[in-house]
C-alpha cells in the first residue's frame, strides 16, 4: 500500500512540475491553463506526460554523452504536447 500511495504521489509531483512548465511556456494561457488543469483529468495527466518529457529532456541535456537524435525527439515530443495544450485550450480536441 505504501508503494502505490509514493508513485501517486510522485505522478502528482511531475503533474505539477509540467503543469508549472506549460503555464511559463504558454504565459498568454496561464489562467486557462490552471482552470484546464483543475477541471479536467485528461488535461492534468498530459501536464504530467509534459512534466516527465522535460525532465528527461533536461537530464540529457545535462549528459555529454547523451545522443543527440534522442534529445531532438524529446525536443519533439515537448512541442507536441505544447501544441495539443493549445488545441486542447481552444477546443480543437
Same mark, same amino acid.
Given at each position: ?5 509514493s ?11 509540467g ?7 504558454l504565459?498568454? $494561457?496561464r489562467?486557462? &491553463?490552471r482552470? /484546464?488543469?483543475a477541471?479536467?483529468?485528461h488535461?492534468?495527466? *498530459?501536464? @504530467? ?6 525532465s528527461?529532456l ?5 549528459d555529454r ?6 534529445? $531532438?525527439?524529446?525536443? &519533439?515530443?515537448? /512541442?507536441e504536447?505544447?501544441a495539443?495544450?493549445i488545441?486542447? *485550450?481552444? @477546443?480543437?480536441?
Open positions: 500500500m505504501v508503494r502505490k500511495e508513485v501517486a504521489h510522485i505522478t502528482r509531483q511531475t503533474a505539477e512540475q503543469l508549472a512548465r506549460l503555464m511559463m511556456r504565459p498568454a $494561457t489562467g486557462t &491553463i482552470v /484546464a488543469a477541471s479536467q483529468p488535461f492534468y495527466e *498530459l501536464c @504530467g506526460a509534459y512534466g516527465e518529457a522535460c528527461v533536461d537530464r540529457m541535456r545535462r554523452s547523451a545522443d543527440p537524435a534522442i534529445i $531532438t525527439e524529446y525536443e &519533439i515530443i515537448c /512541442a504536447i505544447e495539443d495544450v488545441r486542447i *485550450l481552444l @477546443g480543437d480536441q
